[in-house]
């Protein structure tokens, strides 16, 4: 189990793969399981590198303080210590947040970097919802915490076979490694805590921005107009899917990312 430690947290990685570098960075609540639909497509052409974020699956002390700094700083320790002086990074979510801030402070160790389902900053509401969700992992049922997740980041395609929910459910109730109400809530304050809007401008790195056209959380909207932002940026929407595509269309979001990293 390949760990690397720094400033006292123990983050846990997994690696696969051979070719260009890449790395995957999870988001909110998530670890990197949560890459499992692609690994097999992406590992074919890429040197994988997945880490638990602090407060996510393997990584401990679980409860550590963070904040996306934190979290960017150990993902460029990470793929200096296994010698990558050039690594490209995808990150969904809050672990778009991440590969942003890698992006704009680490510009010569970075090449291509991928933003899926994610923003620069997020609004009041979101903030909000987030607080919400880690209030109530402690106080609720865990199969019905997560049942409440999924209508916010899954398609209403995805509820057509209940089969399917209830498959989902089991699985991420049932998972060996999630969050405590701790390390959930540090995350929650570590994206409240997030602004980039300021320096998107002098990201250097070609970037692929990825968004559902059904995100209830970063309407594709404001996707498209983050792209815009960002000077050497493409926007790819995935049509019909949510926030949490990688689930639920892995062959659209593997594609997209292979022909973009070439």
């Not at 690696?15 to 590992?43: H, T």
């Not at 590198?49 to 401990?60: F, H, K, M």
């Not at 979290?71 to 490209?88: E, P």
């Not at 970075?110 to 880690?134: E, K, Q, Y």
Request: some cysteine; aromatic content about 10%; proline content about 6%.
């Amino acid at each position: 189990m390949p760990t690397f430690t720094r400033d006292g947290v123990e983050i846990h990685y997994e690696a696969s793969g051979s070719g260009r570098p890449l790395m995957l960075v999870a988001g909110l609540a998530a670890d990197n399981a949560f890459w499992a639909p692609s690994l097999d497509a992406l590992s074919a052409r890429c040197q994988l590198i997945l880490p638990d974020n602090r407060g996510s699956g393997r990584t401990t002390p679980l409860d550590a303080a963070s904040t996306i700094r934190d979290m960017a700083d150990d993902c460029m320790a990470l793929a200096a210590r296994l010698g990558i002086a050039k690594v490209s990074l995808a990150g969904h979510s809050m672990g778009g947040m991440i590969v942003q801030d890698c992006a704009a402070r680490y510009p010569d160790a970075v090449d291509r970097i991928v933003l899926a389902s994610t923003t620069p900053h997020a609004s009041a509401r979101d903030n909000g919802l987030f607080s919400t969700w880690a209030a109530l992992f402690a106080a609720a049922d865990r199969r019905l915490w997560f049942r409440n997740l999924f209508y916010w980041v899954l398609s209403p395609a995805f509820f057509a076979d209940g089969r399917n929910v209830d498959a989902l459910v089991a699985l991420a109730a049932s998972y060996e490694y999630q969050p405590t109400p701790a390390s959930l809530a540090n995350q929650v304050k570590a994206i409240a805590g997030f602004d980039a809007r300021a320096s998107l401008s002098s990201i250097r790195a070609r970037t692929l921005v990825i968004a559902g056209t059904l995100d209830l959380l970063f309407p594709v909207a404001e996707a498209a107009a983050f792209a815009r932002s960002i000077p050497h940026a493409s926007f790819a929407p995935i049509e019909g899917a949510a926030h949490s595509f990688p689930i639920e269309a892995p062959e659209e979001f593997t594609q997209r990312v292979l022909d973009f990293l070439g």
